[in-house]
């Protein structure tokens, strides 16, 4: 496989792919039939800055069209920002390994591993040079909800510093704050379609800030930032939000029926509050993730400061998938001498 597809943890669609954290479930039906009408448009732009995606975002979210930016995926807009404020970042880590990776200097607060990686969002400090401090809610890798509403006053305290509070899992738990950028100019707000919406293929994400700094990023970037079909398979998904929070309900109670099978075989498993939870296996996560990979199943182990090479994020599939995974898991573990 090549470099760069294996640094991005991505791996074949015929295997089951864990490493990347996508929906099991595929788009919602009025999403799919929305994106083929669409199809026989594609010889048109969208409306400039995918207004009409705005206008539902805006209905959503309840914050003026004027505070809201799109782009195809999120990935891209976290990049600008880290380009435009990353010099020194606060990581609450484990976290998502693309902010390790692009953050000039980073600082940390680790959560414990005692702890369950749970942690207080309330007692977080951070130091006073700060140019860009994350909050992921719920946090990735391990899912457990940070409410950053729980510590105002920070945001207060550090008015120079700006907050990321990147809500790619918020339709699974957790306080959204985008109300925040009414108060604060400080505080920028990211969201996706590709997780609780099963868009991942489709590329859509967005921010919500104050106006100068969506006015910044929209002049920064295509004026035409989607197609026409991931356009109309997001609105889509948006005016049927009701079954998009069912689909999120079963997600969540298939990962608590994972986790508990997970835990009958001998695998430490952490809280979570999505579909996604930290496992600790038995031996080195390296070699579990490479024996997993040779039964065509994707995985992908932590390697974050502090951590033993013993953890891995584990992600819900279908019922189907996790049956096999669980088997394939079953034979790693009688062959070490552990089952």
Known sequence: MEKSRLEKGGFPIEGINLALCENPLPPIDEAIEAAKTETYLSNYYTEPYSWR???RISEYVN?????????AGSELILRQLFSLYGQRVHLISPSYYL??????????TFL??????????????????TTL??????????GTIFNIKDNISLIERHYQTVFLIDEAFIEFGGKPATDLIFNYKNVIVTRTFSKAFSLAGFRVGYAISNKELIDYLNNHNDAYPLARTAEAAAIASLEHI?????????????????AESLQGLGIKTYPTNTYFFLGKVPISADKF??????????IRP?????????????ATSTPENNRIVLDAIRDILKDHGIV
């Open 53 to 55: 995606m705005k206008e």
């Open 63 to 71: 914050v003026p069209v004027e505070s809201i930016h799109i782009n």
């Open 99 to 108: 902010f390790e990776e692009i953050a000039e200097k980073k600082t940390h």
């Open 112 to 129: 414990d591993e005692k702890e369950g990686f749970l942690f207080d969002v309330g007692k977080l400090e951070i130091p006073n040079d």
């Open 133 to 142: 401090a994350v909050v992921v809610n719920p946090n990735n890798p391990n």
């Open 242 to 258: 009701e079954k998009i929070k069912e689909r999120n309900i079963t997600l969540k109670g298939l990962a608590r029926d994972f």
């Open 289 to 298: 993730a490479r024996k997993l990979s040779e039964r065509n199943i994707h």
């Open 302 to 314: 932590l390697h974050h400061e502090r951590l033993e090479n013993r953890f891995l994020r584990f």
